[in-house]
Each structure stands twice: as structure tokens, then as C-alpha cells.
């Protein structure tokens, strides 16, 4: 029992229902968005503290033992991703501070964030899987109204799109549990765990393994990604950095622990489902960030290239690739984040989001292009920088398990994000000045560039330091690769 | 019991799928809601229909239906009900800022 695991959760959620009385006073909203998100992290950092040292916290609320009660568990990896989740968001709220509009800061822009936020936090630490449906939702809700706050017309029509989408997945996730429930009879995902391995994963359950991994993957937007790259380009830079760095990755995050906790047993059935789907997703994104000339296009098709690489992590399973992966995915969040800040950054400066009418900007913007150059060889994964460790231990893990074809498609959807980036920093940067008349200078407002910096410094940091970040990431694989250290910390106190 | 609450689950299901597929936005949304229903029986259905007293110890009965799957229908409800609202205001907004309910027109890349 230790009560401070809900605090991660509990500080958004009250600073939300704080900041809608406040929704007109724009400064007051701005300060007490930043302190909430500080004091998070001071949260986080107590919470790692404590798991580094004593292995897994658990917290049952209102002291009902589970698997009666809902039970929050904060293993390694929840609590790594927990802290990512919250410096990706210090590094939006920064961005958004002068770029989002006073219209859309007097309409509950920070609430929805600090909405936004409780769902994703709520997701990675939850150990029951209703609660963790009911962590979506409030995170899906708040994205709806996040995506569409503005309202134009191009807003309006593809949050249509985007909410059919979430409605439909999420209907398939109740019905998956329902079938879950009448199957084994419970919903706490230790107690899930023990049930299944005492049934055998037959017929029945290898069935409800695939519907979640169906939900999972509409969530992540692993191979079923036909929505990502029409609704992630409507809403302002901002959102799209929060989307972008979170939305998918809890997806990803609730299909590692699913077929890591509770599905693997049969991983000759369902790891080979996920492999193809992960092959599909690297080279149908490779194709879309080659195809198109459209800024926001080509860095929302690198986000489906990264989720099919994390998957391909998730579909090897060993303790290497699992490792890599964990180490992977916090790089990817930070870097992606920071990738559509930089995205926006160049899109405003030259006034039009297509590269073809792009140019010259290294003259006028020299640090916005070194940045994005530094942050384009971080996504490849070039040594100092951080996407490196992470692909270099998936990529051995493949090879160990002889998946060749896999770990081949995976390296070469690294070179295919080096040239869709390197595409856009010699088409935005380098070539002549624009067919379109020169736009003055923009000058930003110092806080998007802190948050551009600061986020780069920590991409640089995670490289440079990652024998530091490994030993907390080989701690969270190790939850990964044994069940059994999860199931003894939340069923027996 | 269960087997014909499985058919008419799955006859929700059907009607859903094809009012989804449809073009008109209010259609999809009843679309989503039958689905919704679906969802719901079929978490009461899988838990088992015993025949039991309601779950309210009041009853002082012998077995009791399970209550559990209710606590998660009543959940899932509300929040079904939630997104509906919001789906429906939505399709409201965008039927006066675009001029159309017809989903085939809600192509296109331009901001006009």
C-alpha cells in the first residue's frame, strides 16, 4: 500500500476542475497549468525513487484486496512512461502558451489538457482492465474536444472521422471484456494472468486476445492507421505534439502489457499476428512520409513508421528487444513531440505547409534548422544521439531470434525516416528562396523556444546518458519478460 | 435464454454495422448507439442469466444475479451516453458550418 501512486493522477484532475472557473483569466490558467505539471513530476520522481528501491508499489483503492477492489500498480515501465508523459506535456503546455490563441485559452484549453493528461496517466498505471477502458475514454473524450476546438470547417470534418473511429473501438474493447468476464470471470489484470495461465490459452482466449489486439491497434494506429494522418493535421501544433508523443503510444503501452501480462502463452499464434501487422505498418508508412509533399503528411506517416517499430519490439519478446523497446519508446514520445513542435515552428515561419513553396529558411532561421537536423539524425538513430540505443537492442534481439525479414523491414524503415526528414530539411532549408514573396521575420515568444530547446536537450541527454536510463529500463523489461514479479506484487500482500 | 439474447445481440450488431456504413451522419450515430446497446446486452448476457434474486441484500434471498457486469453496464452507459451527446452536437455544428450531412462529401484536403 502506498498512497502516493494516485498522485500523478489526482494532481491533473483537480488542477482541471480547478482551471474551469478560472476558464477567462488567461494568465491565472497559464501559471497553475505549469505549477500542476511541475508538481507532477516532483511526484514521479518520488514514485521512482521508491520503485527503484523496493521493487513494485501497489495501491488498492479504499483498501479492498483485489482482485475485489481497483488496484493501481506502478511498476518500472508505467513509471517511466508516466514521467515521459509528463515532460512531453511541460514541453507542449510551454509551446502552447503563446501559439494556441487567447480564443481557445478563454474556451478550457488547459482543462481538457490537464484532462487529457489524468487519462493518459490513469492508463499507464491502472492494474484492471475496466478501469483502464474508463482511462481511455477520458482520454478520448478530452482529444475529441481538443481536436475540434477552434471549429473550422476542416476541424469539424474529420473529428466526425476520428470520433467514429475511437466510438467503434471502444464498443469492441467493452465487448472484448464482456467475453473476457464470461470466459475467466475476472478483470484485474494480475488475477487475469494467474486465470488464463491455469486455463490455457485455447481457442476461446487466443480469440479475445486478437479482438484486444484489434482495439489496441485501432488505438495505436498499428497497421489499422487509415484516421492517423487525416485528424492528426486539423488541430494547432501544440495538440498535435501531445497526440502525437501520447495518444498512440498508451495504445502501444496497453498492447505490451496485455501480451506480455496476460496473452503469453501461444506467442507462435498471436506474436506472428503481430509481426506482420508490424511489417504492414513500417512499409505502408514508409510509403505515405515518401509519397507525399506535405509537411504535416510526412511527419504524421513517421509516426506510423515508429509505432510499427515498436511493435516489431513487442513481436520479438525477448528480454533484449523487450529492453530496446522500452528504451525506444521513451525516446520516440520525447522525439516526436518535439518533431511537430519543430514541424510547426516551420510551417508558420514559411507560411505554408508545402515543401514544394518552401525555401531559404537557414538564412532567416538558422537554430530552427540546426534543431530540426539534430532531432531528424536522433529519430534515425545516429550513435550520440537517443533513438539509438533502443534500435540497436531491438534490432540484436530480432536477429538472436532469427526474424530476419522483420528485423531487415525494421532497419529499413530507418532509412526511409532518414530520407522522408532529410527531404524536409533540404526542401525547407536549404534550397533557394520561395516562389512565394519572403514572409517578415516571425519571432516567437521565448517560452516555444525554451520548450524546443529544452525538449532537444533531453533528446541529446537520453543518447549521452543511456547507461544511466538503462538501468531503470532494464528494471521495467524485467516486469516484462516475468509475469510472476507483477502477479506476486499486487496478489500477495 | 442466453442463445436468444445472443441472436438479438447479434442482430443489433448487424443493424449497426450497416447504419455505420452508411452516408447520412444521423444515420452513423444511430448506427453507434445500436452498437452501444450491443455492447451492453452482451456484457449482461456473457456474465450468465442465472435466475437469482436482484442484487440487494434486502431480498434475503438464496443466489443472487451477479452484480458485477451491471456495476460495468452502468458505467459504460453513461459514458456511451456522454459521447453520444457530443457526437450528436458535433454532427450538428458540422451540418451548419458545411452545409451537408452526407459523409461522401466530407472529402477532401481544402479549408474552403
Same mark, same amino acid.
Given at each position: ?14 488542477? *482541471? ?12 490558467? @497559464? ?92 492508463? %499507464? ?51 472484448s471484456?464482456?467475453y473476457l468476464?464470461g470466459v475467466v ?11 488464463v495461465?491455469?486455463a490455457g490459452q485455447g481457442g476461446l482466449l487466443s480469440v479475445i486476445a486478437i479482438m ?50 496476460? %496473452?503469453? !502463452?501461444d ?15 513500417? &512499409? ?12 504535416? @503528411? ?65 538564412? @532567416? ?21 537517443? /533513438? ?9 534481439? /530480432?536477429?538472436? #531470434? /532469427? #526474424? ?40 516567437? !515568444? ?29 528494471? *521495467? ?12 506484487? &499486487?496478489?500477495?500482500? | ?17 450497416? $447504419?455505420?456504413?452508411? +452516408? ?7 448506427? =453507434? ?8 446486452? $452482451?456484457?449482461?448476457?456473457t456474465? +450468465? ?7 440487494? $441484500?434486502?431480498?434475503?434471498?438464496? =443466489? ?10 452502468? =458505467? ?7 459521447? =453520444? ?7 450538428? +455544428? ?19
Amino acid at each position: 500500500m502506498n498512497n502516493l501512486i494516485v498522485l500523478p493522477l489526482l494532481i491533473p484532475l483537480i488542477t *482541471a476542475v480547478i482551471l474551469i472557473f478560472l476558464s477567462k483569466r488567461v494568465k491565472a490558467q @497559464r501559471w497553475i497549468s505549469l505549477i500542476s505539471i511541475l508538481l507532477n513530476g516532483g511526484s514521479v520522481v518520488l514514485i521512482m525513487n521508491q520503485v527503484q528501491e523496493k521493487g513494485i508499489q501497489t495501491l488498492y483503492m479504499s483498501g479492498w484486496l483485489p482482485p475485489y477492489g481497483i488496484v493501481f500498480v506502478a511498476d518500472m515501465f508505467a513509471v517511466l512512461l508516466v514521467m515521459t508523459t509528463v515532460i512531453v506535456a511541460a514541453g507542449c503546455l510551454l509551446y502552447s502558451f503563446r501559439t494556441i490563441g487567447e480564443e481557445r485559452e478563454k474556451y478550457y484549453f488547459y482543462p481538457f489538457f490537464q484532462f487529457l493528461l489524468a487519462g493518459v496517466i490513469g492508463s %499507464f498505471l491502472t492494474g484492471d482492465l475496466f478501469n483502464l477502458f474508463v482511462c481511455f475514454e477520458v482520454m478520448l473524450i478530452s482529444s475529441y474536444a481538443l481536436i475540434v476546438l477552434g471549429g473550422t470547417k476542416r476541424q469539424l470534418r474529420e473529428t466526425l472521422k476520428y470520433m467514429l473511429i475511437n466510438i467503434i473501438s471502444s464498443a469492441l474493447f467493452v465487448a472484448s471484456m464482456a467475453y473476457l468476464y464470461g470466459v475467466v470471470g475476472t478483470l484485474n489484470m494480475a488475477h487475469l494472468s494467474v486465470r488464463v495461465a491455469e486455463a490455457g490459452q485455447g481457442g476461446l482466449l487466443s480469440v479475445i486476445a486478437i479482438m484486444l489486439l484489434v482495439v489496441f491497434s485501432l488505438k495505436a494506429g498499428l497497421f489499422l492507421f487509415f484516421w492517423l494522418p487525416g485528424s492528426y493535421r486539423v488541430p494547432p501544433t501544440a495538440v498535435i505534439a501531445l497526440f502525437g508523443a501520447l495518444l498512440t503510444k498508451v495504445g502501444l503501452y496497453a498492447m505490451i502489457r496485455t501480451f506480455t501480462l496476460i %496473452f503469453y !502463452h501461444d506467442q507462435g499464434f498471436t506474436h506472428n499476428i503481430i509481426a506482420w501487422m508490424a511489417i504492414a505498418t513500417m &512499409v505502408l508508412g514508409g510509403i505515405g512520409a515518401v509519397a507525399y509533399k506535405d509537411l504535416y @503528411r510526412i511527419l504524421n506517416y513517421n509516426v506510423v513508421i515508429s509505432v510499427g517499430f515498436i511493435a516489431f519490439g513487442l513481436a520479438v519478446a525477448t528480454k533484449d528487444s523487450l529492453d530496446g523497446t522500452v528504451l525506444y519508446l521513451i525516446h520516440d514520445m520525447i522525439a516526436k513531440a518535439l518533431m511537430f513542435i519543430l514541424g510547426g515552428m516551420i510551417i508558420s515561419a514559411a507560411g505554408t505547409s508545402k515543401l514544394g513553396e518552401m525555401g531559404g529558411l537557414i538564412k @532567416r532561421y538558422p537554430l530552427l534548422g540546426w534543431m530540426f537536423f539534430i532531432l531528424a539524425l536522433a529519430l534515425v538513430g545516429i550513435p550520440p544521439l537517443s /533513438g539509438f540505443p533502443g534500435k540497436v537492442l531491438m534490432v540484436r534481439g /530480432g536477429l538472436a #531470434e /532469427g #526474424e530476419y525479414l522483420l528485423t531487415a523491414i525494421a532497419v529499413a524503415s530507418s532509412l526511409i525516416v532518414l530520407y522522408s526528414l532529410m527531404r524536409v530539411f533540404i526542401g525547407a532549408f536549404w534550397r533557394e528562396d520561395p516562389l512565394l514573396p519572403v514572409q517578415e521575420k516571425k519571432k516567437w !515568444h521565448s517560452s516555444a523556444y525554451v520548450s524546443a530547446i529544452g525538449l532537444l536537450v533531453l533528446v541529446i541527454g537520453l543518447g549521452v546518458g543511456s547507461e544511466w536510463i538503462y538501468s531503470f529500463a532494464g528494471q *521495467a523489461a524485467e516486469v516484462l519478460t516475468d509475469p510472476s514479479i507483477y502477479i506476486e506484487a &499486487v496478489l500477495k500482500e | 435464454m442466453e442463445l436468444y439474447m445472443s441472436i438479438a445481440i447479434g442482430v443489433l450488431f448487424a443493424v449497426g454495422v450497416y $447504419l455505420i456504413l452508411s +452516408k447520412s451522419i444521423l444515420r452513423i450515430i444511430l448506427g =453507434t448507439s445500436l452498437i452501444s446497446h450491443g455492447v451492453h446486452l $452482451l456484457l449482461l448476457t456473457t456474465a +450468465k442469466l442465472k435466475t437469482g434474486a436482484a442484487p440487494l $441484500l434486502g431480498e434475503q434471498a438464496e =443466489t443472487y444475479v451477479d452484480p458485477l457486469p451491471q456495476a460495468l453496464i452502468l =458505467t459504460s452507459i453513461v459514458i456511451s451516453f456522454g459521447v =453520444t451527446s457530443f457526437f450528436f452536437v458535433l454532427a450538428y +455544428k458540422a451540418y451548419q458550418r458545411l452545409g451537408t450531412d452526407d459523409m461522401e462529401e466530407l472529402r477532401g484536403e481544402e479549408d474552403e
